[in-house]
């Protein structure tokens, strides 16, 4: 494990096309470039020689009213004069990437992979006892995240060309997606702290962009501010975490931490603290409680950006972030039992969420958080690589119920510009019986929803089971069993993780299904006039939801359990990642692999079948599209609905205990009482008026009288006089 | 190009020539002014300023060379000059340059030319008398930074504050009187007590010496005080930095000089002047008397006051309703992070006062002369005159953004490594006070992004903004230079940061020794 | 001889002391401390008489400034009458605080 034991040359992927990794991030950036400047060059108008000298004349009308409402027309708006270069370059470059790390996956299958593969760019900061070099880190864990990036994302990509190819903003849109998946790479491959940090706060960025793109709706505006607030009280516990690695450690680089982190003792202070302090970082990032209500709000982005920042990848990086610090969370139980609580406890709390909202990206949002809450069990309780193996399943599957329902809202959207309809296209009661508008939507958006809710062999079902099955067996034999959380035992505590995620998935299944029950099946509820423009998304839309479709329904057969040996190869991803995450899985628990006897693994598998069946039937039997309304005629909703409905009130309830409390005071008591009254005010225009003061009764003397002035000389002189004659 | 610099023998006469092209230059501005005294306002208008620009650009260039020609590994001064100048007293005319002063020096000749653009079409009463202003004040920093004699650096330090006292009070805004007198007598309050602390040491010098001295490497290497003289020397220097810093609660006066200040001012107080306070901190106050700084009460008190400054600022900027005076508070807060960085005394968090030092210029610099360019258009700088306007201007809300996330410190600018670098170093000294600063990245995220929000996004509801119009050339090409700088020190420091290394190292190895040397009374060290 | 011109100057100097702090008419004051001024001349000259000629050589110089400063008050005088119509001094306060 010792990096400096492997020179940058002599590892068997340097003499392969792995050594052009640099390249990988370097595409969507030179993207991000041309994209950006062509944003620039479409919407520029340099301004006169002498800026104040332009009146009021000419640009009367508002400018951003227009572009808004371009498609208020009933024949297509003329798309942006760069649109063409703009669709090549922007999933151009993605495609390149993708192919170029396909191809260093290959280079990797072929080469023994029992060490990391380091590549130094630059030196970065290089400061007293801080070496920080520009790094590289390219591992399974890396690659596996490389794949999911470049892969899912060349999708999203090729999906937004047809998304957005009305939309004025084109070449920004792309230019943003491929400075996303630049920073996204970064994380995922930067080989200290401080770089992945960079990458971590650059997808933030991406995002905070993103979620505004269409920044003339305040609500907009306001998500994007959110959700980088909200990232940033997280980042700040990944700043304090890698400040208290670099004082106990004296370094940043990734193996350097790992490698001290095995000597230090197992549960202690320090390893606790600095994977607490990770851990908020991945509450900011991966939307975990208490950090999760940015997430929600996020969906004020385009459809394609929910589906690959807030789904695919970069809320997942707060899993990936855990699974790379491995050896230290696996030296602090406490801290691996917190993270597994909190992860469990948001996949329940966010599902009840999810069962009663009624826009359809609000609930995939919700579910969102819901999965990243079961991720975060799985690498919470050191099952790295069911973490992993659910981060990809889950990349793939929501995805695909992301751009599905991109499609949808699309073609509502469309149906009522033709119409001149201000209804809401996101909202399941204007939905309904859309099977027979789009049929291949429909039915790749229910193997999606089979697979979330874990019916056997699609994808999901081997991802999950995999985590209800590690956590299950951490509780007699681990680490974490002998540990204990704010005086609970270890044991309790993962037997209550266990039982909010057996909960969570039976809600799940329940959700899923009715939003495919709301949105597909039932009487279509749209107006008359909009019937008629419903129809399937064009292919360029669709396209990609196939391939998710296919990656959706196989990808359990990565991570085969050896239960199912049967149908083929067990464990690839197990073995793939072993490297990487194996010794800290194995230090959780205790040295040797987790094993269940067959009939209880078996009962697991069988109630966790019945459970995805038991909701999903459930949500036939008891919910009636038929009896839906459109939202316009839809009645408040009341008692334990409105609380579901409107989240628990939880924004509220931060906005009166931690925002408007602190504006209010720096407003009122800061800025106004202290600084403009105290130190302005009392000390500094109080000195002036002091001396004001005393200069006033001074000039109290200067009668201007000559006369007086002449009596107190007298005065004076015969004081003096005096004083020397008689002293 | 270091071949070329040493066979003109550029360290032998550029300090002086750098000081003197001011001069020269306002003779030069004078000389226009009485030549051209029949001519049309406006036709004098356009000349002075090309003129102005010219001199100023003529300044940068020759200072370029000081990138290649000073060495800062060498120990010692570089570039140094010595002269007699009042024999009398023993003040000699006595300048150098290691790699923290040269780097703010390059700083001061590259910020001037592009705040003489941002004034570009702003100033157009008594523009002569405006750009000979600018020059003398550039003479007076660039003296500051230079200076190797107390009574000279005195003298610079003093120089510089009547041109802004000028700029400010003449050229300024609506509340200018007020502004311009705060400033002046807040930052004269705090230098006075420092005169007297410098005729003190001067006197204490010339006993040693035998002869009138007022040399700081003298004075630096042979007086010895007793521990109360020193911690009141130390207060009496540390006041006049703290104010100019400005560290909280000495820092109302910079909110209302900012706000009032013509574009040039603001940028010059933020990106230099401001610098002067933490140049003192760095080149004066921790090494001449390092028993008294590194004192643990004073030092807590010192440190304690940079995170209330760090957090306060950011509070209190978030909720200004004046875009100007929020950019005002703000530098309180990352001026705090300079005070930390340097208080904390490591070398990672030195290097990273010194990098937030000149990043802070840089951003901040910009985001003035973008709210200038604002204003210029709309004539307002209440944020709520705002909203949606980067439907309109979008080179401005492009540029705009670019340079507020480097402010609030998003990897990838020049303002994360600075303040990175800060908390790595200082977390090894100080943890408590480290782990609340970084609580800025939060608040300084909000008040920006808020602020950025109700500037240029939202819906464009005000017609009055639909008819701004955006960036012109000039800007453009002002502003472009600081969005390399950000990009480039945000990827790439190490060039900046190798030229700081060795003198940052060479002070907290140095403090960190004499701090714990055994005081010797001034009586018993006569050589 | 000595008591009687020493008498006689304080006598002087006393009147124009009262002259100058009694009176309000600028010119009858200005007249007040050249009285003044006379007195000290007596008694420069009187006491010559046990110093030797250097009293003698200070009244002369007096008498000139006193002449110059005759000119320059007077011109004053007259220029403040310009402004203000009137020479009272009591009414003549640019100095009050």
Redesign the interface.
């Known amino acids: 494990m010792n990096p400096a034991m492997i020179p940058e040359g002599a590892h068997p992927l340097a003499a392969t096309v792995a050594r052009l990794v640099w390249l990988l991030p370097l595409l969507p950036l030179l993207g991000f470039l041309i994209n950006g400047t062509l944003a620039m060059l479409g919407v520029a108008k340099i301004g006169p020689a002498d800026p104040s000298a332009n009146g009021g004349h000419g640009h009367g009308e508002v400018p951003g009213h227009a572009d808004e409402h371009a498609h208020d027309d009933h024949g297509h708006p003329p798309r942006h004069k760069f649109a063409k270069i703009v669709s090549l370059v922007g999933p151009g470059v993605l495609v390149a990437a993708f192919a170029l790390a396909v191809a260093i996956f290959a280079a990797m299958r072929g080469v023994e992979m029992e060490h990391p593969y380091l590549l130094t760019l630059f030196s970065w900061m290089p400061v007293g006892d801080l070496k920080l070099d520009a790094t590289i880190l390219l591992d399974p864990l890396s690659m596996t995240m490389v794949m999911v990036v470049t892969g899912v994302g060349m999708l999203i990509h090729v999906f937004s060309v047809g998304y957005m190819q009305d939309d004025p903003g084109y070449p920004r849109y792309f230019a943003y997606l491929n400075l996303f998946v630049f920073f996204m790479l970064l994380l995922v491959l930067g080989g200290s702290y401080p770089l992945l940090f960079v990458g971590w706060e650059g997808v933030g960025l991406c995002s905070y962009l993103l979620i505004g793109f269409w920044f003339s709706e305040k609500a907009n505006a306001d998500a994007g501010k959110k959700a980088f607030i909200m990232n940033r009280i997280g980042d700040f516990g990944f700043l304090v975490a890698m400040l208290l690695m670099f004082a106990n450690f004296g370094t940043l680089d990734i193996l350097g931490v790992a490698e001290q982190a095995a000597e230090l003792p197992m549960g202690g202070v320090i390893a606790t603290t600095i994977a607490l302090f990770l851990f908020l970082g991945c509450t900011g990032k991966s939307a975990q409680i208490p950090l999760y209500t940015w997430l929600p709000d996020a969906m004020a982005g385009p459809t394609p950006v929910s589906a690959l920042i807030h789904a695919a990848t970069m809320v997942t990086a707060g899993v990936y972030l855990v699974a790379r610090a491995s050896g230290i969370f696996s030296m602090a139980p406490v801290a691996q039992l917190t993270v597994a609580l909190v992860g469990a406890a948001t996949a329940f709390f966010a599902a009840t969420i999810g069962l009663k909202q009624w826009d359809i990206k609000k609930v995939l949002a919700y579910s969102t958080v819901s999965q990243l809450g079961y991720m975060f069990v799985a690498v919470g309780v050191g099952a790295y690589v069911a973490g992993i193996f659910h981060l990809v399943t889950h990349a793939f599957f929501k995805a695909l119920l992301f751009l599905g329902s991109g499609s949808v809202i699309y073609v509502l959207h469309a149906a009522y510009h033709k119409t001149h309809n201000h209804d809401d296209a996101q909202d399941m009661r204007n939905m309904g019986g859309l099977r027979q508008y789009m049929p291949i939507t429909f039915s790749l958006m229910w193997i999606a929803t089979l697979a979330i809710a874990g019916i056997p062999l699609f994808s999901g079902f081997f991802s999950k089971d995999e985590i209800l099955t590690s956590v299950f067996a951490r509780i007699s034999h681990s680490t974490l069993a002998d540990a204990s959380l704010l005086g609970m035992p270890g044991g309790t505590v993962l037997m209550i993780v266990y039982g909010l995620a057996v909960a969570s998935a039976l809600m799940t299944a329940i959700y899923m299904a009715r939003m495919m029950l709301y949105t597909f099946h039932g009487p279509n509820r749209t107006g008359e006039g909009e019937r008629p423009h419903l129809k399937e998304a064009p292919w360029v839309m669709t396209g990609p939801l196939v391939v998710l479709g296919a990656l959706t329904a196989f990808g359990g057969w990565l991570n085969v359990p050896a239960l199912l040996g049967a149908i083929g190869p067990v464990g690839g991803l197990e073995h793939f990642l072993e490297p990487v995450v194996g010794e800290a899985a194995l230090r959780t628990t205790l040295g040797v692999a987790p094993h269940l006897p067959h009939s209880t693994e078996l009962m697991l598998v069988g109630a966790a079948i019945f459970i995805a069946v038991a909701g999903i039937a459930f949500a036939v039997w008891r919910l009636k599209p038929a009896a839906l309304v459109p939202r316009k005629d839809a009645p408040e909703s009341t008692g334990i609905d409105r609380v579901l409905e409107n989240k628990y009130f939880v924004d509220e309830g931060y906005a009166a205990a931690f925002v408007n409390p602190t504006v209010n005071a720096s407003r009122t008591v800061l800025w106004k009482g202290f600084d403009a009254g105290i130190i302005d005010g009392l000390f500094v225009n109080g000195s002036a008026l002091l001396a004001r003061a005393f200069g006033w009764m001074g000039s109290q003397l200067q009668t201007g009288q000559v006369g007086t002035y002449a009596w107190v000389l007298l005065i004076g002189v015969i004081t003096l006089l005096g004083a020397f004659t008689f002293r | 190009m270091t071949a070329f610099l040493s066979s003109i023998n550029y360290n032998a006469w550029i300090v002086p020539a750098l000081l003197l092209l001011p001069v020269f230059g306002a003779v030069g501005l004078w000389a226009h002014a009485l030549l051209t005294a029949k001519a049309p306002a406006d036709r004098r208008w356009r000349e002075v300023r090309i003129l102005a620009f010219a001199f100023f650009l003529a300044e940068a260039l020759l200072s370029l060379g000081l990138w290649w020609s000073i060495d800062p590994a060498a120990a010692g001064w570089q570039a140094a000059v010595d002269l007699p100048w009042i024999p009398q007293w023993g003040v000699r005319f006595s300048v150098g340059l290691d790699g923290i002063a040269m780097m703010l020096v390059l700083l001061t000749t590259l910020m001037m030319p592009l705040a003489v653009l941002g004034s570009w079409?702003?100033i157009r009463t008594k523009p002569h008398a405006y750009y000979v202003m600018l020059l003398f004040l550039t003479v007076g920093m660039l003296g500051v930074f230079v200076a190797l004699d107390l009574v000279l650096f005195y003298v610079m330090w003093e120089i510089m504050l009547v041109p802004m006292y000028l700029i400010i009070g003449v050229w300024g805004g609506e509340r200018r009187l007020y502004a311009a007198i705060?400033f002046f007598?807040?930052t004269m309050i705090g230098s006075l007590l420092m005169l007297v602390a410098i005729l003190y040491l001067g006197s204490e010098a010339s006993r040693v010496a035998g002869a009138p001295n007022f040399s700081y490497d003298f004075i630096l290497s042979n007086v010895r005080l007793d521990p109360t003289t020193t911690l009141w020397l130390f207060g009496a220097f540390a006041l006049a930095f703290a104010v100019k810093v400005p560290m909280f609660?000495f820092?109302?006066?910079l909110p209302d000089a900012h706000v009032e200040a013509p574009t040039a001012g603001s940028v010059i107080l933020a990106a230099i002047m401001l610098k002067m306070g933490t140049f003192g901190f760095i080149r004066f106050a921790l090494p001449l008397f390092p028993s008294a700084a590194m004192n643990p009460a004073v030092r807590s008190l010192i440190i304690a006051l940079a995170v209330i400054g760090i957090v306060?600022g950011a509070?209190?900027a978030?909720?200004?309703p004046d875009f100007k005076k929020l950019v005002a508070y703000s530098s309180v807060s990352h001026l705090g992070f300079v005070m930390l960085g340097i208080f904390s005394l490591?070398?990672?968090s030195m290097?990273?006062a010194l990098m937030v030092n000149i990043n802070h210029g840089v951003s901040t610099g910009a985001l003035f002369l973008l709210v200038g360019?604002l204003y210029?258009?709309r004539h307002t700088r209440m944020i709520e005159d705002y909203g949606?306007i980067?439907?309109?201007?979008?080179?401005f809300a492009?540029i705009l953004t670019i340079v507020s996330?480097s402010s609030i410190g998003?990897?990838?600018t020049n303002g994360?490594?600075g303040e990175?670098?800060v908390?790595?170093?200082s977390?090894?000294t100080q943890?408590v006070a480290?782990?609340i600063s970084?609580?800025a990245?939060?608040f300084a995220?909000?008040y920006l992004?808020?602020s950025l929000?109700r500037i240029?996004?939202?819906?464009?509801s005000k017609?009055?903004n639909?008819?701004i119009?955006?960036?012109?050339?000039?800007?453009?090409g002002l502003l472009v230079p600081l969005l390399i700088a950000i990009v480039w020190m945000g990827v790439?420091?190490?060039p900046v940061?190798?030229k700081t290394?060795a003198a940052a190292?060479r002070l907290v190895t140095y403090v960190e020794a004499s701090a714990n040397r055994v005081p010797v009374s001034a009586s018993n060290t006569a050589r | 001889m000595l008591v009687e011109a020493l008498a006689l100057s304080a006598l002087l100097f006393t009147i124009g002391v009262v002259g100058v702090l009694t009176r309000r008419n600028a010119i009858i004051i200005f007249m007040c401390v050249e009285l003044m001024l006379n007195a000290v001349n007596l008694s420069f000259v009187a006491l010559s008489k046990l110093y030797g000629a250097a009293g003698q050589v200070f009244v002369v110089f007096t008498m000139a400034v006193a002449a110059a400063e005759a000119a320059v008050g007077l011109a004053i005088i007259i220029a403040i009458f310009r402004h203000q119509r009137t020479v009272n001094l009591q009414n003549i306060n640019l100095l009050k605080g």
């Open positions: 079409t702003s705060k007598i807040y609660p820092h109302t006066w306060y509070l209190v978030m909720v200004q490591t070398v990672e290097q990273g360019m210029e258009r949606g980067a439907k309109v201007v979008p080179i492009t996330l998003v990897p990838g994360f490594i990175f670098l908390l790595v170093g977390y090894k943890p480290t782990v970084a609580t990245v939060i995220a909000a992004l808020w929000q240029i996004y939202n819906k464009l017609p009055e639909a008819t119009r955006d960036l012109n050339w000039r800007e453009i790439y420091p190490k940061l190798e290394e190292r």
